[in-house]
């Protein structure tokens, strides 16, 4: 059974997650890399604010819950400006607990997808690396909307 834990952006602290949630049930976005596995989540909590205080405490916890990968949130993908320190937060707690870190849960919604086009927000290496799991089909990001 894959463990995985959930940060998501502190700007969505009140998220219900129920766009994650539905996305993992039916291992869409990044949760497709899932699959034909058994998935328990083992925690869900938001980063803490900038500058992400809640992320060298909580991957431990996560890591004690017997995480296997940690996945940042959707949420620090398309909310503007995007998460400018996603890139610390994946290498702290890559090199820091040995945990995998996958950048996105569920599939980009269709309006984030759109306004991140004509900002051009996207468009570099590491970006187009970072969305990679959560880009999918006009159809589906119109259902995350």
Request: charged letters at 25%; one cysteine or more; aromatic letters at 10%.
């Amino acid at each position: 059974m894959k463990k995985i834990g959930i940060i998501i952006c502190d700007r969505y602290r009140s998220c219900a997650g129920g766009k994650c949630l539905r996305a993992l049930r039916n291992r869409e976005g990044a949760f497709q890399l899932y699959r034909g596995e058994e998935v328990e989540i083992v925690g869900y909590t938001s980063c803490g604010g900038c500058p992400g205080g809640n992320v060298e405490y909580s991957r431990a916890e996560m890591k004690k819950n017997g995480a296997d990968v940690i996945h940042l949130a959707t949420g620090l993908l398309v909310g503007y400006p995007p998460c400018p320190r996603i890139r610390q937060f994946s290498e702290f707690i890559e090199i820091s607990c040995g945990l995998d870190v996958i950048c996105g849960t569920h599939p980009i919604p269709q309006n984030y997808y759109l306004r991140h086009l004509e900002l051009d927000t996207w468009n570099s290496t590491f970006w187009k690396n970072t969305i990679r799991h959560v880009l999918s089909d006009e159809k589906t990001r119109l259902a995350y909307d």
